[in-house]
C-alpha cells in the first residue's frame, strides 16, 4: 500500500509540476470510415473536450471522397463542441481554382484554420505541381486563415538534407503560416536540434511538437517504415515479446509520451500536438497525468 501511495503521489507532483507551465494541447483526427468508426471518433471527442485544447484537427484525403469527408467532420466538430477545428487541406494535383472553392466554403461555415500541406504523390505525372508554400499563399488570399504547416525533425521522406528542410520551412513561414507542426518523433534531442536550427534561419513561429502515444507497436513500426522517424533501439527490446498484448502496449506507450512531453516542457516547449488515431483513452490518460 504505500508504494502505490508514493506513486499517486508522484503522480500528482507531475502534474502540479507542468500546470505551472501552462502548457496546452490539440488533437488530430481522421474521417471515419462507417457509422461505427463514426460513433467512436465523437466518443473521442467529447472525452477530449473535456481538457480544452487549443484546437482540434481533421486529416485529408487526395481523393474527392476522403475531401468530403474532411469537410463535413470539421464542420460538425466544430459545431457540436465550439472548439476551433483545423481543416487539413493538400493541394497535390488539385487546381488552384478547385482549393479556392474549398478555402472559401471553410470560411463561409467559420473554418477559419487550416493545416497546409502538400499531400502525398502518389505519382510523379501530377497535372497540377504545387507545394504546401504556394498553398499558403493562396489561402492567404482568399481570408485571414490561420495556418498551420508541416515540419519534419527527421527530415521529409523526399528530402535531400536538412538545409532543404529548413528552406523549404522559411518559405511556408513567409508565405503567411503561423505554426509549424512537427511529424511525429520519439528522439527529443533531434527535435530541439531542428527548433534550434529553425531559430539560427530566422524561422520564428512556434514548432509545436507532434506526439504519437503507442497503441500497437506493429503499427508504430509500419508507420515509421512511410516516414523518416527513427525507432530507438531501446524501444524494439522493451516491446519485445508484447505482440498478443496491447494493454501492457498502450500502457508502455503511455509512459513513454509522459517522459517525451516532460521533457521537452522543460526544455520551453508550451504546447503539444497529439496524433490520437481516434481514440481518447491513452490521450486522455497522458494528458491528465501531465495536468495538460
Known sequence: MHIFSEYYQDIVKQKRENIR??????FEFFPPKN???????FSSVEKLSTLKPRFFSVTYGANSGEREK??????????????????????????????????????????????ALRGDTLTQNLKHKMY??????LLKKIANFDISVAAYPELHPESKNSEFDIVSLKRKVD????????????????????????????INIEIIPGILPIYNFKQLQRFSSMTNV?????????????????????????SIAIDMVKTLSREGVKNFHFYTLNQSDTVYTVCHVLGL
Not at 82 to 88: D, F, N, Q, R
Open 70 to 115: 474532411t469537410y463535413k467532420y470539421v464542420k460538425k466538430i466544430y459545431r457540436k463542441t465550439g472548439i476551433t477545428t483545423a481543416a487539413h487541406l493538400t493541394c497535390v494535383d488539385s487546381t488552384p481554382d478547385e482549393l479556392k472553392k474549398i478555402a472559401e466554403n471553410y470560411w463561409e461555415n467559420g473554418i477559419k484554420s487550416i493545416v
Open 230 to 254: 527513427k525507432i530507438p533501439n531501446w524501444m524494439f527490446e522493451i516491446f519485445n515479446g508484447l505482440d498478443d498484448d496491447l494493454i501492457t502496449q498502450k500502457n508502455i506507450g503511455s
Open 21 to 26: 507551465n501552462f502548457a496546452k494541447c490539440s
Open 175 to 202: 508565405a503567411g503560416a503561423s505554426r509549424a507542426i512537427t511529424q511525429f518523433f520519439f528522439n527529443v534531442e533531434k527535435y530541439l536540434y531542428f527548433r534550434d536550427n529553425c531559430l539560427k534561419h530566422n
Open 132 to 137: 504546401a508554400s504556394d498553398l499558403v499563399i
Open 35 to 41: 457509422s461505427i468508426l463514426e460513433k467512436n471518433l
